[in-house]
């Protein structure tokens, strides 16, 4: 099963820093766009942030002025640097890719595990 790998998450105190990242597999040819999600208890997932091949972004409106999302694309890897942070923030965060794979024709869409982050004092 095709997977993104995520890494980064943990417990930080309000008003501190994480920053995540999110790799494809070796396996990728190509990718369009790379975002990050984030799901906390009882709710539904929400788009966070999203970032274009050429490096646009665009970021849900409670993070804007505090997280920045960038790319990679020799890496083949997204990063979600989060500053300022809330206890309103904690959620897990998944990343999600669309991508072509070297042996599949056709682009789809790919989640990493997801990771944790915390924002508590």
């Known amino acids: 099963q095709v997977q993104l790998v995520e890494s980064g998450g943990g417990l930080v105190q309000p008003g501190g820093s994480l920053r995540l990242s999110c790799a494809a597999p070796?396996?990728?040819?190509?990718?369009?766009?790379m975002g990050w999600y984030r799901q906390a208890p009882g709710k539904q997932r929400e788009l966070v942030a999203v970032?274009?091949?050429?490096?646009?972004?665009n970021y849900a409106d409670s993070v804007k002025g505090r997280f920045t999302i960038s790319r990679d694309n020799p890496k083949k890897t997204v990063y979600l640097q989060m500053n300022s942070l809330k206890p309103e923030d904690t959620a897990v965060y998944y990343c999600?890719?669309?991508?072509?794979?070297?042996?599949?024709?056709?682009?789809?869409?790919?989640w990493g595990q997801g990771t944790q982050v915390t924002v508590s004092s």
């Open positions: 999600n890719a669309v991508l072509r794979l070297y042996y599949r024709g056709s682009y789809s869409a790919y």
């Open positions: 070796e396996s990728t040819f190509s990718i369009n766009d």
């Open positions: 970032i274009t091949s050429g490096g646009s972004a």
